[in-house]
């Protein structure tokens, strides 16, 4: 299974983005799909996951109601809608998958991973 993270960018305080995660192949729309975050010289954190039916979502709590994961199964893509950034939002941002029916917030849990897009928030 291939991850494409897209969407990244430079936004201000206040704005908003939608990354997207898209993935080739049927198997993808059977996968938990997750949302993390790497800023430099911090470890990786969950952001936010959906499970392959779209059940949850499960959000972190720094997120929570300013971030927004959906999925659109026919077209093997789960996205991250953004509101609201703040500059410490700032981070490199994977997106992983899992065979797994949970949404797991340690990284580990995750098999499959997108190669990570930039997002920069501006005060």
């Known amino acids: 299974v291939q991850l494409q993270a897209s969407g990244g960018g430079l936004v201000q305080a206040g704005g908003s983005l939608r990354l997207s995660c898209a993935s080739s192949g049927d198997t993808f729309r059977t996968l938990t799909v997750t949302w993390f975050r790497q800023a430099p010289g911090k470890e990786r954190e969950f952001v936010g996951g959906i499970s392959w039916n779209g059940g949850g979502p499960s959000y972190a709590g720094s997120v929570k109601g300013r971030f927004t994961i959906s999925r659109d199964n026919p077209k093997n893509t789960v996205y991250l809608e953004m509101n609201t950034l703040r500059p410490e939002d700032t981070a490199v941002y994977y997106c992983?998958?899992?065979?797994?029916?949970?949404?797991?917030?340690?990284?580990?849990?995750?098999?499959?991973w997108g190669q990570g897009t930039q997002v920069t928030v501006s005060s």
């Open positions: 992983a998958a899992d065979r797994a029916h949970w949404i797991g917030i340690l990284a580990s849990q995750y098999d499959y």
